[in-house]
């Protein structure tokens, strides 16, 4: 009778023994934590492209044979949740890309951040080569992301290129997803994250780092580089357009998206007839900026009302206008990371002055900034595509 309750205890004992044991010699699974935003809604393989095919693009990227592709790259496009410029749920698409490496180690991830697009289908998701910046750094050994843009791919929001908040949300939200598709997937990834943008891309990625100094999420930049980017959107007073345009698609994209968004009659007071009636037609997203150029006149008296060639800095015409880049201005965003600028004098779009201006701000306030001012080249891809390269090999030291 007085065995019974001390065999009852030595059982108890026994049942514990058993439990513990293994839960001491097994290490529990790190919990993959839900992100913040960018949760991935569908994730569809675009298959591989091989270091032979990524090599034989040099040429027509303008890419010095001195890069060597290193890995094949595995290439997904995605569609996840993010948010519009007013806060309400929307979807974005982007691409990811993966190196296959052969080995365990844990990958750096870059995100890239292309320029100007008007052609909603000319990105990423649609065709891999639209990111290039992805794809490049991921022959390298990064693991990479490329946004389309909210607006553009199969996002139904209106694309809107300087809108900061809009251009940021898209971009961290893919980061932010991604991280945790990789951690759910078993893709190993350690802390290190990197911007890479070109042209609007360089707006972005200030736009990112703007995010993130009010917003922080599970993640930091580790160092960013600027290529060919703007950032000071302000409109002087004394600002006089060209008599000749550069893009002329381009020099009415970004007035056209902020007509359609915020109804400012803008297009009536700022663009003369016959080219003002056209505008609906050729911003449709079917078309790319190249083909709604030749519908235009790059001829600035003939594109433009003289209340726009006279007075677009101080006319009550474009008061709004005025405003609303003001306040999606970047010229005073200081990233918590390094960052290197790199810019042609010669770039006939976007002024070199906004990268050497952004360059002395960084540096007067605190933050850390280098820059590379190319004598020569142009502002299309090719001529920026040995920088690239130079900014891929830039961030490796930061790894």
Same mark, same amino acid.
């Given at each position: 009778m007085e065995r019974q309750p001390y065999l009852k205890i030595l059982q108890l004992l026994w049942v514990i023994i058993i439990l513990f044991i293994p839960a001491c010699g097994d290490k529990p699974e790190e919990s993959c934590v839900d992100p913040t935003g960018g949760q991935f809604i569908e994730v569809r393989s675009m298959g591989t492209i091989d270091t032979k095919f990524i090599n034989d693009l040099r040429p027509s990227f303008g890419i010095p044979e001195t890069f060597i592709a290193q890995f094949d790259v595995e290439v997904f496009a995605v569609t996840y949740a993010t948010t519009d410029p007013d806060g309400k749920e929307a979807?974005?698409?982007?691409? +990811?890309?993966? *190196?296959?490496?052969?080995?365990?180690? =844990?990958?750096?991830?870059?995100?890239? /951040?292309?320029?100007?697009?008007?052609?909603?289908?000319?990105?990423?998701?649609?065709? *891999?080569?639209?990111?290039?910046?992805?794809?490049?750094?991921?022959?390298?050994?990064?693991?990479?992301? /490329?946004?389309?843009y909210l607006g553009l791919g199969n996002s139904d929001t209106q694309n809107q290129p300087v809108n900061q908040k809009a251009s940021a949300m898209a971009v961290v939200d893919l980061i932010e997803g991604f991280r945790h598709y990789a951690c759910e997937n078993d893709i190993p990834l350690n802390e290190n994250v990197f911007l890479l943008g070109y042209s609007n891309g360089g707006y972005v990625s200030m736009a990112v780092h703007h995010e993130l100094n009010k917003n922080p999420r599970s993640f930091e930049i580790k160092a960013s580089v600027m290529v060919a980017g703007y950032f000071d959107i302000t409109v002087a007073e004394t600002v006089q357009i060209a008599d000749t345009l550069y893009r002329p698609a381009w020099a009415l994209y970004t007035?056209? $998206?902020?007509? /359609?968004?915020?109804?400012?009659?803008?297009?009536?007071? $700022?663009?003369?007839? =016959?080219?003002?009636?056209? #505008?609906?037609? &050729?911003?449709?997203?079917?078309?790319?900026?190249?083909? +709604?150029?030749?519908?235009?006149?790059?001829?600035?008296?003939?594109?433009? %009302?003289?209340?726009?060639?006279?007075?677009?800095? %101080?006319?009550? @015409?474009?008061?709004?206008?005025?405003?609303? #880049?003001?306040?999606?201005? &970047?010229?005073?965003?200081? =990233?918590?990371?390094?960052?290197?600028?790199?810019?042609?004098?010669? @770039?006939?779009?976007? @002024?070199?002055?906004?990268?050497?201006? $952004?360059?002395?701000?960084?540096?007067?306030?605190?933050? %850390?900034?280098?820059m590379t001012l190319l004598e020569t080249g142009g502002h299309e891809p090719a001529a920026y595509s040995p920088s690239v390269i130079q900014a891929i090999d830039w961030l490796k030291q930061y790894e």
């Open positions: 979807t974005a698409t982007g691409a +990811i890309y993966i *190196p296959k490496t052969g080995n365990s180690d =844990p990958l750096s991830l870059l995100s890239g /951040q292309h320029g100007l697009t008007i052609k909603k289908r000319d990105v990423p998701s649609t065709l *891999p080569l639209y990111g290039y910046l992805g794809l490049f750094g991921a022959a390298t050994g990064y693991a990479s992301v /490329q946004a389309d007035p056209f $998206m902020y007509d /359609q968004q915020y109804k400012l009659g803008l297009m009536d007071k $700022m663009v003369k007839s =016959p080219y003002r009636e056209k #505008l609906n037609d &050729l911003f449709t997203g079917e078309k790319d900026g190249s083909e +709604i150029d030749r519908a235009l006149t790059p001829i600035s008296k003939n594109l433009f %009302t003289d209340a726009a060639l006279t007075g677009f800095g %101080t006319h009550s @015409d474009f008061a709004s206008y005025r405003k609303a #880049l003001s306040d999606n201005s &970047l010229n005073e965003v200081v =990233p918590k990371s390094p960052v290197l600028f790199i810019h042609s004098k010669e @770039d006939g779009a976007v @002024d070199f002055e906004q990268s050497v201006n $952004m360059h002395a701000y960084i540096n007067a306030h605190g933050g %850390t900034a280098s």
